[in-house]
């Protein structure tokens, strides 16, 4: 089986409530449903039933939430950060109704069920920033698209389990950039970010599709598919400026697709500073 190194581990990422801030990890173990504890709760709207999602709610960015006790099956204990400094338990009674006063809506923070179907809304005018929906789908617009999409069953993700991402494709993408685009990983929230080895350039992860990622001693990713970006990928964050630009590069040359979204083939704990590589 043909093989080469592509990198190796340089950031770990888990985001434990939907569509907030995560936490930075030294190590995180996965399996076939994904990262331990990642995605692990939502909220939903009481009154049409649907998952918020920042495509439409930009101010959930302003939370995050981290794991005080490891997550077991994503059952540990999560503490969420409200965007006044004050923290709430996930399982704590109040937790929903302090959010709700928060973002200012009324939401329910819930845990991710085996067998529930859950859809997650967007707004179609801005869903891809500036970038009009016919550039990426041409048999859509804003009006005719969707303002839902299905997660997968008994989950929250988006469409799957794990994202990567390689430090030379952002590379590439601050080439193709306007002067003061900031281009961060952050933006793009993976769960694997791989640096990548200076060889390698342009849309690296173009050249995974149909292979395999082995990722430190025993984690295989499989099904590998060039993710889709968004606005999300626009939003302020943290210290991170609101920024059109970023969305609008990735669009106009490679389809608005940077990283990739994929399966996990064979379950292992990954480590910073594993070594990445790509085998047939």
């Known amino acids: ?93 109040h937790a929903s109704s302090a959010i709700s006063d928060a973002l200012g809506h009324q939401v329910r923070l819930e845990r991710a069920q085996a067998g529930v179907k859950s859809k997650a809304e967007i707004d179609t005018s801005t869903i891809f920033g500036d970038v009009p929906v016919e550039q990426i789908f041409p048999n859509w617009t804003a009006a005719t698209m969707p303002n839902v999409f299905k997660l997968p069953l008994g989950t929250f993700f988006d469409s799957a389990v794990v994202h990567v991402l390689a430090s030379g494709t952002l590379e590439h993408i601050r080439g193709l950039s306007p002067k003061g685009t900031v281009v961060d990983p952050r933006r793009y929230r993976p769960n694997i970010f791989i640096e990548t080895l200076p060889e390698l350039t342009g849309f690296i992860e173009d050249a995974w599709g149909g292979r395999i990622l082995e990722v430190g001693e025993a ?62």
Not at 39 to 63: C, T, V
Not at 239 to 266: C, E, M, Y
């Open 219 to 280: 984690l295989r990713i499989v099904a590998i598919e060039p993710a889709l970006r968004c606005v999300m990928t626009t939003h302020r964050q943290g210290d991170l400026p609101r920024d059109l630009g970023v969305l609008r590069t990735s669009a106009q040359h490679h389809a608005a697709k940077v990283g990739v979204f994929a399966s996990i083939g064979s379950a292992g704990t990954v480590r910073l500073g594993d070594p990445v590589f790509i085998a047939d």
């Open 1 to 93: 089986m043909a093989k080469y190194q592509v990198g190796v581990v340089r950031e770990l990422w888990r985001y434990p409530v939907k569509s907030m801030l995560g936490e930075r990890l030294d190590q995180f173990f996965a399996t076939e449903g994904g990262v331990a504890g990642d995605r692990a709760w939502a909220l939903r709207d009481p009154r049409s039933g649907n998952i918020l999602s920042a495509k439409k709610w930009p101010r959930l960015l302003d939370f995050q939430a981290r794991y005080q006790t490891p997550p077991d099956g994503g059952t540990g204990e999560i503490l969420i950060r409200l965007p006044d400094g004050r923290t709430t338990g996930a399982d704590d009674p």
